[in-house]
């Protein structure tokens, strides 16, 4: 009996050590799959970048192609050396297979070592040949495998099986390559000065009471259906309000100094559409003729969360000006403006002199690349550095892109080209 009792206290031992055993692995297992969903996840985040950055160089290839200024290609290729140096480190650390790490680790250092040479090339007073531009053409359908090689990869899978697959390199694959990271804006130069003296804040102090009527006025609602909220400091200092309209709430920001509208955007948004584009664009034109804006030439346009939003440059003299820009945005379920975004236009609006070019736009054409077929041009201003340059624009179209390109227009500098990309909210600039 004694031995019965001792034999069942032997396994109740065992069961309990068996038990703990079996707890300690699934808490070590769950560690383990926490472990390895963490480093997944870090994975997919390189593996992210790495692809928008060889998106990125896609882009840049095809500008150099157009580009039609050394100075122009210099910075170029000069921020390709840098995005180079960044795409080969996150190859190193991608779970590629042995060759294909090695191929792509390659040709991402190539193309740094590229950029830097032909920058030196074209500081030096030389633009790109033909044969450089030959070069770049088959270059761009390098990155191209590349990219679509990278857009293949799972995370999950095992590297050797990685290291069967066939390789991306097209045949006769050149050794060198270009790349440049580009910057996204709503539309061209949407992004432009944002420190300094704000040229367009005019108007002595007004009090609290004033800008609450300025508030209700830029909401479209009245008076009595605006409370008071968080006042903002810093470059612009205004009042807060939230105004009850017809399309919702909304927060409005009204400068002290001459009563200005700030900015103004919606408490809730995810409008149902019911009004078409147009009729929210016509509904734009009108509010910024009404609020005091003067003439304002739309720019670019997008549309999300049931809004449509549009960017509006200033007019003076038939010239566009770039550096003058209010973002608004239209509700598509009543047509109706619920948000304004003005600090550009409050910084830089001013009346310019000296908007009358040194060449015609037949003479800015001729420093353009004959490869952009060219489709419309107008005069414009656009911020450079702390400064502004009257330039000509130039919309045209490259290998089924459009492309806007500037040309100083008193000394026929290429200054900037930028690519108009379709994404899913509208079209950006590149």
Not at 152 to 158: F, H, K, N, R, V
Not at 400 to 406: C, I, L, N, P
Request: hydrophobic content about 40%; proline content about 3%.
């Amino acid at each position: 009996m004694r031995k019965w009792s001792q034999s069942m206290q032997m396994a109740g031992v065992f069961g309990v050590l068996l038990c703990l055993s079996l707890g300690v692995n699934a808490v070590q297992s769950a560690q383990a799959n926490r472990l390895e969903m963490r480093l997944a996840m870090e994975l997919q985040r390189e593996l992210t970048d790495v692809a928008h950055a060889m998106a990125d160089i896609e882009v840049n290839l095809q500008k150099l192609l157009i580009a039609s200024g050394a100075s122009q290609s210099a910075q170029l290729l000069g921020e390709t050396a840098l995005l180079a140096q960044h795409v080969e480190s996150g190859l190193s650390r991608l779970p590629l297979g042995a060759k294909t790490a090695a191929d792509a680790m390659k040709f991402a250092g190539q193309m740094g070592d590229y950029a830097m040479t032909l920058s030196a090339q074209v500081s030096g007073g030389s633009m790109l040949s033909s044969t450089d531009e030959t070069q770049i053409e088959g270059l761009l359908a390098a990155c191209q495998g590349l990219n679509e090689h990278l857009s293949g990869i799972d995370i999950y899978s095992d590297p050797a099986e990685e290291e069967r697959a066939d390789g991306f390199w097209p045949d006769g694959e050149n050794e060198e390559a270009v790349a440049y990271p580009s910057l996204i804006y709503d539309g061209p130069f949407s992004d432009g000065r944002v420190q300094g003296t704000a040229k367009g804040l005019t108007g002595g102090r007004i009090t609290r009471e004033q800008a609450r009527q300025a508030a209700a006025r830029y909401a479209g609602t009245t008076p009595d259906r605006v409370s008071d909220a968080a006042d903002s400091g810093g470059q612009f200092e205004a009042f807060g309000f939230t105004a009850q309209t017809d399309s919702g709430a909304v927060s409005v920001q009204v400068t002290g100094q001459g009563g200005h509208l700030l900015w103004m955007m919606p408490e809730t948004a995810e409008y149902e559409p019911r009004v078409s584009q147009e009729e929210c664009l016509r509904a734009a034109q009108v509010y910024l003729a009404d609020m005091g804006f003067g003439q304002m030439q739309r720019c670019f346009v997008q549309e999300y969360d049931g809004m449509v939003v549009a960017n509006y440059a200033s007019v003076q003299d038939g010239v566009l000006l770039y550096p003058d820009q209010v973002k608004v945005q239209i509700s598509r379920a009543t047509g109706t403006v619920v948000g304004a975004e003005c600090s550009q236009y409050l910084l830089n609006h001013h009346r310019r002199s000296g908007l009358v070019p040194s060449l015609s736009e037949e003479q800015a054409r001729l420093t353009l690349s004959e490869r952009l077929d060219v489709q419309a041009a107008r005069l414009c201003v656009i911020p450079s550095d702390t400064l502004e340059r009257l330039c000509w624009e130039f919309q045209g179209t490259f290998s089924g892109a459009r492309y806007y390109a500037y040309v100083d227009a008193r000394d026929g500098e290429a200054l900037e080209i930028l690519r108009v990309a379709q994404t899913d909210n509208g079209e950006t600039a590149i």
